[in-house]
Each structure stands twice: as structure tokens, then as C-alpha cells.
């Protein structure tokens, strides 16, 4: 009987020591007792935050599919001794924050109310077989290229782990694919703000505005002095954005948002953007800073009559914005300043428009 119990109490531990496929290439920081920060080597890397509390562990953002997220999730089960998944809660709805949901079965799937509605561009990936097709074969491609630079980099043992490690998840991505696989949905959304007690610490997500996707937020973690920035402060000198589905009042929002976590009595000892090592908090401003000028300037440039064209001189990233930078030729994200330029012009336009039809008020 005693040797029963033995064995049975071994075999969990064999199950957890069993490596995934990819585990190798699992990174994990672990920044507090109760924070782990987890990312794949070698993919432009995407922050995965978990965090275990009283009331069972929470996972910030899955990753790309299945095969990917599970080896990560071993490796962090590993780090806490425990896998009693309470909560998952995805930043936004673009696929390697979302995909690996499946994964969580146990756990309420938590996001904005927009979340749901943003997710059915990964469920046209798994149902219409165009779309899956393009999918694969932009993976396949992406493996191909890195395939043929693997000799390249022959030697230089750091960039040939990354280079190794990028190809893996593309393999693994591939094969999630090719199977397919279940877009897992939120049953728990929020307008604005929701607050989970969690026991010893609390979550709290805000909703950002409609900017990077529809359904961006922000989660605040006070009693770690934490706030997970998600997409909305992507990496440090990364440009903000102001897109084609943002208005007038998002912007107010984006501004209004970061106001209130910049606020002194507010305590961010760390800020954990989508894809960059930790920042700090000092790090909102800029994000904030060029919300509020590039709105003021592109209301004040109307006012005065200028055209786009000379706004978009006035307003040129390199003298206004030192500190922000544009991505090179390529990057999902070239060319976003003037984007933003582009769609603060319709905003502002639609605002004037509206003052103008509306009564006087003397
Ligand atoms: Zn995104």
C-alpha cells in the first residue's frame, strides 16, 4: 500500500518533467514571488505575464496556437508547483495574444466587450479554407526564410538558438493549422472596467479605447505595483496609435487613461508592454504626451486653415516626437505617424463638422 501511494505520488512529477515540444525555447523571468513573465526566443518576442494568487493562477495573453502555448504553460506550472488556472485574460484579439486559449479549459476567458466580435478574424483562419490556406502559407514562407539563414548564422551560437527557436514555432504553428483548432471566446467582457479580487491581490483592466484593435486593455496590478500595458504602450519608443475605427472620444479615452495611471499617487514600479523587455512608468508619457499634442495640433493646424500637406510638415515625427521612432520598410507598423496624422485629420474634421451644425449657443 505504501508503495501505491509512492507511485502514485510519482507519477504527477513524471508527468510535469515530460518536456513539450519547443520547451527549450521557453523564456521565463521571474519578477516577484507571484509574477512570471514568460516568451518564446527568437519571434520578436510577446510577453506572456501569469500571476498566482489565493484564488488560483491567471494567465495574461496565449500566444500564438495551441502547440505553442502548451510548453509555456508547463514551464510556468513548473515555476509555481501548481496548475489550478482561475483566470485567462487576453489584451486584445490579434492571434498571438488569443490563440492559445484551447489550452486553458478550466479557466473563465476574460476581455473587453469587443473581444468577442474582434476574435472572428481567427475563427475565418480555422473555417474558410482561403484564408487557412494564405495562413499556411505565409508560416511556410516565414520557415523557409529562416531556414535559408540558418547557415548564415553558423557559429554565433545566440542568433542560430533564436533562429532555431523561431523555426520551432513556426513548425508547431503550422501543424496547429493544418489540424486546426478552437478560437476560445471570453465569457467574461466588460464596457470599461472590471475588477477581479483575487484574494491576497487584485486585477484591474481597463478598457483603452479603439486604437491598436477594438478591444486593447490595460491591467493594473496594485499590490505588485504592476500594470501590464498590453499592445496600447507596445515597447519603448514604439509610436502610438490613432487608427482607421478610432474617434473622438477614444483618443480622449487613450489620453485620459494613461492620465490615470501617470497620476503620482499611483504606484508602477513596472510596466509590461506586448513586445519588449519591462518598462517603467515614466515610460506612459511619451504615449500620452503624443496624444495630446498631435490632437491640439491637428485642431489648431484646422483652425488656422492649414492643409494636410503643412500639417503633416508641421508635425513631422523626428522635430516633435525625439523620442518616439518610425519601424523600418516592412513592419507592420511603418508609416504609422502618418496613419495617425491621416485619421486625427478625419476625427477632427468630423468634430468641426459637428460644431458647425450644431445651434448657437448665445
Ligand atoms: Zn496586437
Known amino acids: 500500500m505504501v508503495g501505491l501511494v509512492r507511485i502514485g505520488m510519482l507519477v504527477p512529477l513524471l508527468l510535469a518533467a515530460t518536456p513539450h515540444a519547443g520547451s527549450e525555447y521557453v523564456c521565463i523571468e521571474r519578477l516577484s514571488p507571484r509574477v512570471v ?49 482561475a483566470y485567462v485574460i487576453n489584451t486584445h484579439a490579434h492571434d498571438n495574444h488569443a490563440s492559445g486559449n484551447p489550452v486553458f479549459p478550466g479557466a473563465v476567458v476574460v476581455g473587453h466587450e469587443n473581444l468577442p466580435r474582434d476574435m472572428e478574424w481567427l475563427v475565418a483562419k480555422q473555417v474558410d479554407p482561403e484564408r487557412k490556406r494564405q495562413d499556411i502559407d505565409h508560416a511556410v514562407g516565414i520557415l523557409q526564410n529562416l531556414q535559408a539563414v540558418l547557415p548564415q548564422v553558423a557559429g554565433q551560437r545566440t542568433n542560430a538558438l533564436r533562429i532555431l527557436g523561431e523555426m520551432q514555432f513556426w513548425r508547431l504553428y503550422i501543424q496547429d493549422m493544418k489540424e486546426g483548432f478552437e478560437v476560445v471566446k471570453p465569457t467574461l467582457t466588460f464596457p470599461d472596467r ?23 486593455i490595460l491591467i493594473y496590478v496594485p499590490q505588485e505595483k504592476l500594470l501590464i500595458s498590453g499592445a496600447t504602450v507596445y515597447q519603448r519608443a514604439h509610436l502610438p496609435e490613432v ?35 519591462p518598462l517603467v512608468k515614466s515610460d506612459l508619457r511619451p504615449a500620452r504626451d ?20 503643412q500639417t503633416t510638415q508641421r508635425w513631422a515625427l523626428r522635430t516633435n516626437f525625439p523620442a ?33 451644425s450644431e445651434p448657437s449657443k448665445n
Not at 521612432?325 to 476625427?347: C, F, K, S, V, Y
Request: hydrophobic content about 40%; aromatic content about 8%; overall charge neutral.
Open 37 to 85: 513573465l514568460a516568451y518564446w526566443l527568437g519571434t520578436g518576442r510577446c510577453n506572456l505575464t501569469a500571476i498566482q494568487t489565493a484564488k488560483g493562477l491567471v494567465m495574461i495573453d496565449t500566444e500564438m496556437s495551441p502547440r505553442i502555448m502548451t510548453p509555456i504553460k508547463a514551464r510556468i506550472e513548473q515555476v509555481f508547483g501548481r496548475n489550478d488556472w
Open 194 to 216: 472590471q475588477v477581479l479580487d483575487l484574494g491576497d491581490l487584485t486585477l484591474e483592466l481597463v478598457f483603452f479605447g479603439k486604437g491598436h484593435s477594438l478591444s486593447d
Open 243 to 277: 487608427a482607421e475605427e478610432t474617434q473622438l472620444a477614444d483618443v480622449q479615452r487613450f489620453i485620459a487613461v494613461l492620465d490615470s495611471f501617470l497620476a503620482p499617487d499611483v504606484q508602477i514600479h513596472r510596466v509590461i508592454p506586448s513586445h519588449s523587455p
Open 290 to 309: 503624443y496624444y495630446v499634442k498631435m490632437l491640439a495640433g491637428v485642431r489648431a493646424a484646422r483652425q488656422e486653415g492649414l492643409t494636410f500637406e
Open 324 to 356: 518616439l521612432r518610425e519601424t523600418p520598410p516592412g513592419d507592420w507598423a511603418h508609416g504609422m505617424h502618418d496613419r495617425n496624422l491621416r485619421n486625427l485629420w478625419r476625427i477632427v474634421s468630423a468634430e468641426r463638422q459637428k460644431a458647425a
